[in-house]
């Protein structure tokens, strides 16, 4: 069975960092793109970040780009998501999300999420 | 870039076909045959249910489908159910610059 489960979550301040973790197992991680999308509370999805299979080609939302880095050890089977400079609108539960197939451009499997709160 | 629009909620009785609208542009819907439909109960993970505009992946009933023509895309679900009540999320491919775009949400509620 296909698991992802997110984690790093938390409370913090404006202007601070975190970083989120997400573990994969039940498929070969190794072998699938793989994303990160939020929702803040009571609104939308939106996705935010894209990471390849071997973790050469990485993009990023304008609303985080130069902010948020995305990375991935697949020996770990584990995909990372570096947030620096938060801001009030970053609080959201973060979901890690599985690309189906290579170029596939949906999500197959995704996270429960792990929330992030930004708040002094 | 926008998300895509969509109706705020949209209801219906048991057995009834419910259609949810995803409107977007020719930057994403009209251009690219990226899209995708996600059901999301309260306080579960988002669930995939349509890819490629109409195509279900295994375990999705046929009671779901969908459609796109021009800038809008479509989601039906017929005969509708209890279990139908959630959140649907439709999502475009919307090239190399802006890559995803999600809609609204749709709240569909059973009566």
């Known amino acids: 069975e296909v698991q992802l489960v997110e984690s790093g979550g938390g409370l913090v301040q404006p202007g601070g960092s975190l970083r989120l973790s997400c573990v994969a197992s039940?498929?070969?991680?190794?072998?699938?793109?793989m994303h990160w999308v939020r929702q803040a509370p009571g609104k939308g999805l939106e996705w935010i970040s894209y990471?390849?299979?071997?973790?050469?080609?990485?993009h990023y939302a304008d609303s985080v780009k130069g902010r948020f880095t995305i990375s991935r050890d697949d020996a770990k089977n584990a995909l990372y998501l570096e947030m620096n400079s938060l801001r009030a609108e970053d609080m959201a539960v973060y979901h890690c999300?599985?690309?189906?197939?290579?170029?596939?451009?949906?999500?197959?499997?995704w996270g429960q999420g792990t929330l992030v709160t930004v708040s002094s | 870039q926008s998300a895509l629009t969509q109706p705020r909620s949209v209801s219906g009785s048991p057995g009834q076909s419910v259609t949810i609208s995803c409107t977007g542009t020719?930057?994403?819907?009209?251009?690219?045959?990226?899209v995708s439909w996600y059901q999301q109960h309260p306080g579960k993970a988002p669930k995939l249910m349509i890819y490629?505009?109409?195509k279900r992946p295994s375990g999705v009933p046929d009671r779901f489908s969908g459609s796109k023509s021009g800038n809008t895309a479509s989601l039906t679900i017929s005969g509708l159910q209890d279990e139908d009540e959630a959140d649907y999320y439709c999502?475009?491919?919307?090239?190399?610059?802006?890559?995803?775009?999600f809609g609204t949400g749709t709240r569909v509620t059973v009566l």
């Open positions: 999300a599985r690309e189906a197939y290579r170029s596939s451009k949906n999500f197959d499997h």
């Open positions: 039940g498929f070969t991680f190794s072998s699938f793109e």
């Open positions: 990471i390849s299979t071997g973790g050469s080609f990485t």
């Open positions: 020719s930057n994403d819907v009209g251009t690219y045959n990226f």
């Open positions: 490629d505009v109409n």
């Open positions: 999502c475009s491919y919307a090239g190399i610059y802006t890559h995803y775009v």
